[in-house]
């Protein structure tokens, strides 16, 4: 009898650790059905997270080389616009023209201008121009100076310049009255 009490306790202890035992797969199978595919579609959202910031990476550094291209651009049409201003064309010969007699008189010059029609040598077309300007010396000069730097590139190619007398100028230094020809190639851009 004893032995049979025994044996039942065996048998209700391996029943036990069966149950137990059964429990924890039956736990384990649950967790694994339901944690697996959980983590799989975290794994996925974790990709697609990634996916999405590589992508935003991309567009940031188009973004980005787009301002630049902007950038430069803009810095290309500025250099663009002063080349193009530095040749004389059809519609800015008046404009050109306007420009040396306001020169002229600022510097109270009395200014005659010819132009010639552009003319075209090996590669490169230029219009002639021709002044004869009348006043002192120092205006002559700085008038001449005036032209070579402003608007469209002017190359003098030969100044003459003679005394025709004296002025009346509160300036002792500003008396002598010139007589200046002066001639020089203005770059021309057909359009």
């Known amino acids: 009898m004893i032995e049979r009490i025994h044996m039942q306790i065996k048998i209700q202890k391996k029943q036990k650790v069966l149950y137990l035992i059964g429990n924890a797969v039956i736990i384990a199978l649950i967790i694994f059905v339901a944690i697996i595919p959980g983590m799989r579609k975290l794994q996925t959202v974790k990709d697609i997270n990634e996916t999405i910031r590589a992508n935003i990476g991309k567009q940031t550094s188009t973004y ?95 100044i003459n310049i003679q005394p025709t007398g004296t002025l009346t100028s509160a300036d002792p230094q500003d008396t002598t009255a010139v007589i200046a020809t002066l001639t020089g190639q203005v770059p021309f851009m057909q359009e």
């Open 64 to 158: 980005q080389h787009l301002i630049t291209l902007s950038k430069e651009g803009k810095n290309l049409e500025e250099k663009m616009t002063f080349i193009d201003n530095l040749f004389l064309t059809q519609q800015r010969t008046l404009e050109y023209i306007q420009t040396i007699e306001k020169l002229a008189q600022e510097q109270s010059l009395t200014l005659e201008i010819t132009l010639s029609e552009p003319t075209t040598e090996e590669r490169f077309t230029y219009s002639t121009i021709n002044f004869n300007v009348k006043g002192s010396w120092a205006h002559v000069y700085t008038f001449i100076h005036n032209i070579e730097n402003t608007g469209p590139i002017t190359v003098l190619t030969t």
